[in-house]
């Protein structure tokens, strides 16, 4: 195994860790609110917890917890199915229709409208939840196939 393989198991395998995935969960509307204030040491600090974040926590003992195998699942999409995280397929949809209203909830934030910062980070999360929900059965799934 190369190093650079190694490293990347370790980053997976760390950020499995259920404090990493649920940790990064309220740093999309972090980065919305940041910019909407114009608060630009919120908004450098919240892209340095992004960085950092999948490095802080130990990997998991096991893997039982809901976020763990959704870190898992991700990884297992991306790698043993060779399938991308965005697309027009089903359930890749979701993630690109997430990415969308993510980038348009930090329009909304430049442009300072609430309302459409509001719901455009609401529609990112639902929608990237959604997406971690299928791919989560489709990779338990899987397991238990092969167990």
Not at 2 to 24: I, V
Not at 96 to 102: D, E, I, K, V
Not at 107 to 121: D, E, H, N, S
């Amino acid at each position: 195994m190369s190093l650079r393989e190694r490293a990347e198991t370790t980053l997976w395998k760390r950020h499995s860790n259920p404090k990493s995935g649920w940790s990064r969960v309220p740093t999309g509307p972090l980065l919305v609110y940041a910019l909407y204030r114009r608060n630009w040491r919120l908004l450098l600090a919240t892209v340095v917890w992004l960085v950092i974040n999948p490095i802080l926590f130990n990997p998991p003992e096991s893997d039982d917890a809901w976020m763990t195998r959704a870190v898992l699942a991700e990884r297992w999409w991306i790698r043993d199915e060779d399938r991308p995280t965005v697309g027009l397929d089903y359930p890749n949809v979701c993630n690109a229709a997430g990415a969308f209203g993510f980038c348009y909830a930090l329009y909304a934030a430049y442009r300072r409208r609430p309302l459409g910062a509001i719901v455009g980070t609401i529609a990112s999360i639902g929608l990237k939840f959604w997406w971690l929900r299928v791919l989560v059965k489709r990779y338990d799934t899987t397991a238990e196939r092969s167990t």
